[in-house]
């Protein structure tokens, strides 16, 4: 039988982060659940212009990453819409399909390239563990089996989707999964946080990938303490080392999203076996 290969379409453009570990701890753990030898392959989009052969590969996890999601018409961005575009034509002309999931920027990307709304920079960044809420029936969505409402993960973006169009959420047959925290105090509108684009995309502005145990290591080096502190206040610090410890916030939701798509994911490629 031929192996299940998942491709990681790197979008930090060279700069060092703690995604891509937390991805491929992932992926390490999900390939040893079934008892297949790691058979991932990262491809470099922004700073390297590599992108994967879509024959080559049956699963697709698109990172999150620095900088402005905001569309500038640069090589890389109409390349990587490119491959979004070709990944859904496939899908459309085939019965064997293939799995796509989106985070934080590339998220944004996917908003803008279906064209659902709007991405915005924030007034102040958002950044630690949030709780995110379920909404329009997501609790029967498979990627969230296993997580109550609402379900805890780590954000950290200056830049965020709102304003939905909802005729166009029809037309694409996209749907709006998931919101951020309720700030009853605050005039502003909830960011939209999880939407599952097609059939076969789905993407969150959130880190799910993120793991408690590596996220309390960061946290604790003088560096990040510092820089933390400086920014958003040392109760801001404490809380956030607080809820990295807790078991049924940021440990449960990285052992659960990501797990679940990778596991749907194969169990479409066996059907093909």
């Not at 030898?37 to 999150?64: N, Q």
């Not at 206040?233 to 807790?246: P, R, V």
Request: hydrophobic fraction near 40%; glycine fraction near 6%; charged fraction near 30%.
């Amino acid at each position: 039988m031929r192996t299940f290969r998942v491709a990681i379409l790197d979008l930090y453009d060279g700069v060092p982060n703690e995604g891509m570990r937390c991805i491929k701890a992932i992926l390490a753990e999900f390939y040893s659940s079934i008892n297949q030898e790691l058979t991932y392959s990262v491809f470099d989009i922004r700073k390297l212009g590599e992108l994967p052969d879509l024959k080559d590969f049956d699963a697709f996890i698109s990172t999150g990453g620095p900088g402005s999601p905001i569309l500038e018409g640069l090589a890389w961005e109409k390349n990587y819409f490119q491959f979004i575009s070709s990944l859904i034509e496939f899908n459309s002309k085939n019965e064997k399909k293939k799995e796509l999931f989106a985070i934080c920027h590339s998220f944004q990307m996917l908003f803008q390239y279906f064209e659902l709304g709007e991405i915005t920079k924030r007034k102040s960044t958002s950044f630690g563990v949030m709780p995110v809420h379920m909404i329009n029936g997501a609790e029967n969505e498979p990627i969230f089996k296993g997580l109550e409402d609402p379900f805890w993960s780590v954000d950290s973006r200056d830049f965020q989707a709102i304003q939905p169009d909802i005729e166009r959420f029809k037309e694409v047959g996209a749907e709006i999964l998931c919101l951020e925290k309720e700030r009853p105090q605050i005039p502003l509108e909830r960011a939209i946080m999880a939407v599952r684009f097609t059939k076969e995309i789905f993407g969150t502005q959130f880190h799910p990938e993120a793991d408690a145990e590596g996220m309390q290591r960061l946290f604790k080096t003088e560096e990040k303490k510092k820089a933390v502190i400086e920014n958003f206040g040392e109760e801001k610090y404490n809380e956030m080392l607080n809820s990295l410890g807790d078991p049924e916030k940021i440990a449960l939701t990285e052992k659960t999203i990501i797990p679940n798509f990778l596991h749907q994911a194969y169990a479409k490629f066996q059907q093909f076996q």
